[in-house]
């Protein structure tokens, strides 16, 4: 029995379904057609960001079906878990050919994801300089650089200007944990952002405090944010970070991981590697005002700005 997920979003579980058996069979041929569509379930690339990052098809019941079947007759067997759909050079036919099985199998997509995924997969460019809060990095260089100051996308949205000012002593960018292996998949952006527990996959912004989040807007994600201890805004010593929405179908959050002079964010795509870089690659950072900050850099169809929040503690707890 095969499962397939749609691997698309950040903080909301993926959409899944579970492939009839016939859908087994053809999904097998096209395989064994071009085999080099499969790659690797675990994506270890930093340059996938957020939005459509291929499917991920698992075996999760061994059954007499038509793929375990089949399998049992090929000489060099598919893995049990694999990813389609992430080479950019070329349309992989069985990612394309899975997204159309959603909706027979129940799993509907919404317009707006099908139109992300009609785009395929685009990785962000190689980051040009440094990429990690460890990085040296030539502060001449940063401050004759013409880069776009800290401009927020949404009218009317209130925008710290100078929330650097409010600092923190909470840093901690642990992304090492949270990337390791046992723990990568197990993790969205709102554990991370939370620094909190890598073995919740899909913690929900107000589930801990008693009031999961109503609604995919910053209203109703904010609401959720506010019962598990969050406050609005920025202040000294404070845990700090930012939540964005792709409006009414998922969010997503950054985190302050450093102080200054450079002050750099964090964030975590879903179940994929935590980085500090944005889907055009720009390192997430700012230094004497210029840079890059969540508020003026590359989040796809993640274009409503919610705003900074803090809790004063190292961690947030989450669930």
Same mark, same amino acid.
């Given at each position: ?131 990690? %809060?460890?990085?040296?990095? &030539? ?58 527990? %890598? ?18 807007? /910053? ?8 019962? &598990? ?6 202040? %000294? ?42 889907? /055009? ?16 850099? /590359? ?6 700005? /919610? ?13």
């Amino acid at each position: 029995m095969l499962e397939v997920e749609l691997d698309i979003f950040s903080g909301m579980p993926n959409p899944t379904w579970i492939l009839s058996g016939e859908q087994e069979g053809a999904l097998y041929e096209l395989l064994s057609a071009e085999p080099s569509q499969i790659s690797r379930a675990a994506l270890s690339s930093k340059r996938a960001g957020l939005g459509y990052r291929g499917l991920i098809v698992r075996r999760i019941k061994t059954d007499d079906g038509v793929w375990d079947k089949a399998a049992a007759r090929r000489r060099a067997p598919f893995p049990h878990e694999f990813r389609v759909g992430i080479k950019p050079a070329k349309r992989d036919a069985a990612a394309d050919w899975l997204v159309q099985t959603a909706d027979r199998q129940g799993a509907r997509l919404v317009d707006e994801v099908r139109e992300v995924v009609s785009r395929g997969l685009a990785l962000a460019p190689a980051t040009r300089g440094p990429s990690e %809060p460890t990085a040296t990095i &030539d502060r001449k260089r940063v401050e004759a650089a013409e880069v776009p100051a800290d401009v927020p996308y949404k009218p009317g949205v209130e925008i710290h200007e100078t929330w650097w000012a409010c600092g923190s002593n909470y840093f901690n960018a642990n992304a090492d944990f949270f990337n390791d292996p046992a723990h990568v998949t197990r993790n969205n952006c709102y554990c991370f952002a939370s620094n909190h527990r %890598p073995d919740i996959r899909y913690a929900l912004p107000g589930r801990r405090g008693g009031h999961p989040a109503t609604s995919i807007t /910053c209203g109703g994600v904010i609401d959720g944010l506010r019962a &598990d201890g969050w406050k609005d805004g920025c202040e %000294p010593n404070a845990l700090t970070i930012v939540l964005v929405i792709w409006p009414n179908v998922d969010y997503h959050f950054y985190r302050l991981v450093t102080g200054g002079p450079f002050w750099w964010w964090g964030h975590k795509p879903g179940g994929t590697p935590a980085k500090y870089t944005d889907d /055009c690659g720009h390192a997430i950072y700012q230094y004497q005002g210029k840079g890059y900050a969540p508020n003026n850099i /590359c989040r796809g169809s993640y274009s409503d700005f /919610c705003g900074y929040f803090y809790q004063n503690n190292w961690t947030a707890f989450v669930a």
